[in-house]
């Protein structure tokens, strides 16, 4: 029993709480987020030092022990997400007071914006299979009100969808649920674990799986179901589509990890295989979509399709490298997707659009701005020596050890055609002669613009130079995920 | 034409006390049978809206002058800390104690930190109900 497992999830919530009575005064608000913010980062950290230590953390909610109650698990894959959460969470956070207008600062910005964290964290944290669910429907009710907020027509239209597929997703998770627990006779996570051990994975049993892929393929923008993704993350101010880009579809991701190591391992050559297809489609489908698009903001967004693909992939091949690779990517494409999201809010910044045939010559006005992108493009595209190179390298590795020379091929087609399209936003941006005027953009100061994005740079850069330590660290991650025991020895002890 | 609703008002006074009285039983019969916070919370709900809709907005609003944001924010923060209490015994997020005491006049009673909990969401519910119907019956097309 430890209480600082629940921290990363207590201290978000009760921030939102404290800030929704204060919601008439826009700088107390301001300061306290900032401050709470922090606060969430230094918990997230203590507590990946405590579970590296002493080995995997569990709290029962309520002393009623597990399976029964609901229980906090905090192992090394899910506190590595917390932590990368709380850093998005920090940029986007001190982003967002540089480029948020001052009425959806009014309209509770600040409550949902900790809402958002506190049902990201608790998915990541939870052991209880329902209770991931009540996490979902958290995160999802902030991302909803975060989604309209400033109610332009374009919004409201493309959150619409946004809204109906997500409660779909959700109606049909509890199906799901229902039919788990209808076999298994528990949520626990862990329990389950073991009750479809003992029953062997077969029938129905498969199908509840594949429901769960379905539903955590939505969340996560898997192929098919990826198509609400790029015109709903278009609508939302940069802060906003930043925190959506590099966390929301990566819970879904965790969920899918979580189930597929954890709880359905025992047929691999059925589930895996379907994963792996999905992935290889996921990934080219995605990079199509962003080599045939001109809007800074929806490039991006088909890539986090794409590149969700090679999470999956991982998972897919499963093997310990694999796994590794994935985790690695995903603590790569979190930091990479945010900063690149905060570069297209502050190039909306500069010259008003995000339509890159509409802008042009930032090189010679903003230089800063521009070098700083190119090496997080680089950085996405898989270039060595940064962290994305290193991430796709033992993904890549992998596939050819298990003579998966398809998805081996597709992925290096889609990681050139990554590199062609974060060029091609290069090029339209920032290379040309300056469209603008002195006069259009000397007001705009770039330092407290640039400064939220500059440690997530810094974070790709040192996750690439220093990629021997960081993969080894991975590498223990995969191998306490890819190992169930380890995980319902640490919930069932008691 | 002005209508006369004398027989809905005086009904409606009647009726609203009624359901308003027995929504405070369920509240507190909430943690040991069936009842609690969330029923107890919807059922207030239901004769506050009752209210506004036999009289009118404006009277009502005289009556009953809350911020319903704020009461949100403060049923939330009640449960938490009660959540909390239990912490700072070292034990875990939300625990619950009770315990029995002779209260003159009552008898024995039954206290247990379950009950400010139930108040944080029944304080939720009826605030988020009200302010839910509220808001579209305020919108002017």
Known sequence: MNNIVLLPVLIPFIAGTLLILFRHYPRLQRISSGIVVFLLLF??????YLVYQEGIQTIALGNWPAPFGIVLVADLFSVLMVVLSSIVGVACLFFAYQTLSPEREKYFFYPFYFFLLTGVNGS???????NLFVFFEVMLIS?????????????????????????FASILFLVALALIY????????AHIAVQVAELEQAGVLNTAAMLLLVVFGMKGALFPLYFWLPKSYYGPPAAIAALFGGLLTKVGIYAIIRTFTLIFVHDTGFTHTVILALAGFTMFFGVLGAVSQFDFKRILSYHIISQVGYMVMGLGLFTPLALAGAIYYI??????????FLFAGATQKITGTTDLKKMSGLLKTHPVLAWT???TAISLAGIPPLSGFFSKFPLILSGIEQASYAIVIVALIVGLLTLFSMMKIFIYVFWGTPSLKKSDYEHIKMKPLLLPIMPLVALTI?????AEPIFSFSEVVADQIIDPSIYIDAVLEE | MRTNFLMLHTITRIVSFIVISFSVYLFFAGHNAPGGGFIGGLMMAGALILLYVSFDLTTIKKVLPFDYTFIIGLGLLIAILTGLNSMIFGDAFLTQYFDYYQIPFIGEVELTTALPFDLGIYLVVIAITLLTILTIAEDVS
């Open chain 1, 143 to 167: 991302s909803f009100i975060l989604i309209v907020m400033g109610g332009t027509k374009y919004q409201l239209r493309e959150s619409y969808k946004y809204v109906v597929i997500n409660m």
């Open chain 1, 331 to 340: 603590a790569h494409h979190i930091i990479v997707k945010s900063a690149l």
């Open chain 1, 373 to 375: 992108f190119f090496i």
């Open chain 1, 182 to 189: 209808g076999l298994t006779g528990t949520l626990n996570m």
């Open chain 1, 462 to 466: 040192i996750l690439g130079f220093a």
């Open chain 1, 124 to 130: 990541f944290l939870t052991g209880d299979l329902f």
């Open chain 1, 43 to 48: 918990s997230a950290a203590f507590l990946l």
